[in-house]
């Protein structure tokens, strides 16, 4: 009998509304901050910048109106787990052709745009209303939940590319992001086998096996939420995570990395 599947995680609309929010404002704040030497530093692969990456911040709330601007579908086509298997979460490295660097000023009125366009589309309609996602169609509510994971990824690649910039990361985004991928590794490599730990916000079991009952489970993987965010989307590989004592691993389950990254 294969392993039995939980319910999906319900998230609350209006935390996970605030969650977003509050990440965007964190990095409509960092990218004011930066001066025009900052905006020319590299930012990924492919000779993008930190001018390419800002420029492109806009678009994490801004693509509602291209989901809301056509027809509902007509059933869903996708659940939330199915998100970061085809999500684009690095959209410096992944955008083609360059970009002209945005004078800050500009900059910020494309920022202070895209989220009023934000607020105001998810104030006009229903959050179980159907939009066409690239891993199909989904719940508004539910593709608010990806931008909490689009966001906090943002703020972890701005923040790698300007030397000296912490961008803060809003807490409840960070937990969204953290039970989402863990959710979806759970749901990939269902099991009770191997017990992964992100405390505060994530406990699964995966990996088919042995199962255990009672007690500290056999092969247990423990990390913090940023570098499970991390190996997760291919930001930090596994072995160097491990190596590096970000992840703990006990057991010889424990391996994580040939189910990782979950992005895709």
């Known amino acids: 009998m294969p392993p039995s599947r939980k319910p999906p995680r319900r998230y609350d609309p209006e935390r996970t509304r605030a969650a977003v929010l509050a990440q965007y404002g964190h990095l409509r704040s960092a990218a004011g901050s930066l001066s025009p030497r900052h905006l020319t530093l590299p930012a990924g692969a492919g000779g993008r910048t930190v001018g390419d990456l800002v420029a492109d911040l806009g678009s994490s709330l801004a693509g509602v109106d291209a989901l809301l601007a056509g027809p509902e579908p007509a059933r869903r086509g996708a659940r939330l787990l199915d998100w970061p298997g085809v999500a684009a979460l690095d959209p410096v490295a992944s955008d083609a052709g360059p970009r002209a660097v945005v004078p800050p000023g500009d900059l910020d009125a494309r920022l202070a745009e895209a ?37 906090v990824t943002r703020a972890d690649d701005l923040s790698a590319a300007v030397p000296g ?16 991928l863990a959710d979806t590794l759970a749901d990939r490599a269902p099991g009770g086998t191997t017990e992964v730990r992100v405390p505060p916000h994530a406990v699964v079991q995966c990996v088919e096996g042995p199962r255990h009952t009672r007690g500290t489970p056999p092969h247990v993987v423990e990390t913090d939420p940023l570098t499970w965010i991390r190996v997760a989307t ?31």
């Open 115 to 151: 989220e009023r366009l934000f607020v105001t589309r998810l104030d006009e309609h229903p959050g179980d209303r159907l939009v066409p996602t690239p891993a199909g169609a989904l719940p508004l509510a539910d593709w608010v939940v990806t931008r909490a994971l689009d966001l």
């Open 165 to 180: 910039l912490e961008v803060p990361r809003d807490r409840r985004a960070v937990a969204a992001a953290t039970r989402l």
């Open 234 to 264: 291919g930001r930090m590989a596994w072995v160097d995570a491990v190596a590096e004592g970000l992840v703990t691993v006990r057991g010889d389950r424990a391996d994580l990395g040939g189910l990782l990254p979950l992005t895709g």
